[in-house]
């Protein structure tokens, strides 16, 4: 009987050994992380990187400058897009799947911030976009907003200046056709240039290139016949400034009118004198601050640089402070809850001007017009948009 009982604990105490090991330990209690994650993406190579690299620094000052928030450190986390669709959506969900990050800066170039647009709304991360102006990159996604002006705006603002400013009755337009923002600013210029007009035939040609062209002489000679008072061409820096060099090299002395992608010392080192006296529409002027946050930006930027800081810096800096805005009046690092505030944005002052979001994530915002003096941007006018 002894040994039957003996036997009996000693079963027990094998059991209860087995059934201890392969008890699952109990999870530790979940903490929130000691740094909050912001991913940006944007083009640090390849055609667009120009503007990718000086919308980017306006991001960096303003994480320098408010580098915390809720009590915790603020860290970029930073992916090069490569100025490529395919490496945006690529980046957009490195920076959702890998790294965590409670919300998304970028990115410079339209199209490159609609490629990223399903990996953000699907995941609930919300992207905020500094200088992307075609209406699709927030249309039909309640993840995505901006803090510039759209294109319909844009194209309205340059067929005005045309039309009125410069007496033009005709327009040609020369568009990037593999740029969706060339192509929609071009489309939302010609359909208020004829409205202004009130002639159907006001736009006498349209000539296409594509990102990396490097020779313009076909549809230059083609428009130089069709003999318009102006010529709209928005399209990347880059092949811009080609382009205008070529037609002045061709005897084409029509005026030239682009839209904020000119805005990039490159523009200008390429263009050289040929570049002289066009006009384009952007974001920001520094020779008329906008807000008191205008002030801090432009004091802290002259610190650093010796040249004039790009519109589109100006935006990068506002982009990041939007976020960080929407994340301390939620007090929560909750990407929905974040969503959800930026989406309130309402009166908020930022570099560029008052930033106050529309039901589909849009700033409504003012336009600059800008012209090239002496081999620099030079502020002409504000325009304001109709209420």
Known sequence: ????????????????????????????????????????????????????????????????LFPEVLGKKVEL????????????ANAAARLIEKEKVVAIIGSWGSSLSMAAGDAVKNAKIP?????????LVTLNNDFYFRVCFLDPFQGNVMANYAFNKLGAKT???????????????????????????????AVVGIANYTTGDQDFSAQLINIKQMNPDVIFAPGNFTESALLIKQARQLGIDIP???????????????????VEGVVFST??????????????????????????????????????????????RANSIDPVAIRDAIAATEGFEGAAGIITLDENGDAVKSAVIKTVKEGKFTFMDIVEPVN
Do not use: H
């Open 77 to 88: 986390v930073i992916v090069d897009n490569k100025s490529d669709k395919v490496e945006a």
């Open 283 to 328: 974001f920001f002027a520094s020779e008329v601050p906008m807000t008191e946050m205008s002030k801090v930006f432009l004091e802290e930027y002259a610190k650093r640089n010796d040249n004039e800081p790009a519109a589109v810096t100006a935006l990068g800096f506002d982009a990041y402070l939007v976020i960080i805005d929407a994340i301390k």
């Open 127 to 135: 992207a905020v976009a500094a200088s992307a102006t075609n209406p």
């Open 256 to 274: 030239f009118l682009g839209g904020d992608t000119w805005e990039t010392p490159e523009f200008v080192e390429i263009g050289g004198e040929a």
């Open 171 to 201: 327009a040609a337009i020369i568009q990037e056709v593999s740029s969706d923002y060339s192509v929609g600013l071009a489309k939302f210029f010609t359909d208020s240039f004829k409205e202004l007009t009130g002639d159907a035939n």
């Open 1 to 64: 009987m002894k040994r039957k009982v003996t036997a009996i604990i000693a079963v027990m105490m094998v059991l209860i050994l087995v059934l201890s090991a392969c008890a699952k330990p109990e999870a530790p209690a979940a903490t929130e992380p000691d740094v909050i994650k912001i991913g940006v993406f944007q083009p640090l190579t390849g055609a667009n990187a120009a503007g990718g690299e000086i919308e980017l620094y306006g991001t960096k000052l303003a994480n320098e």
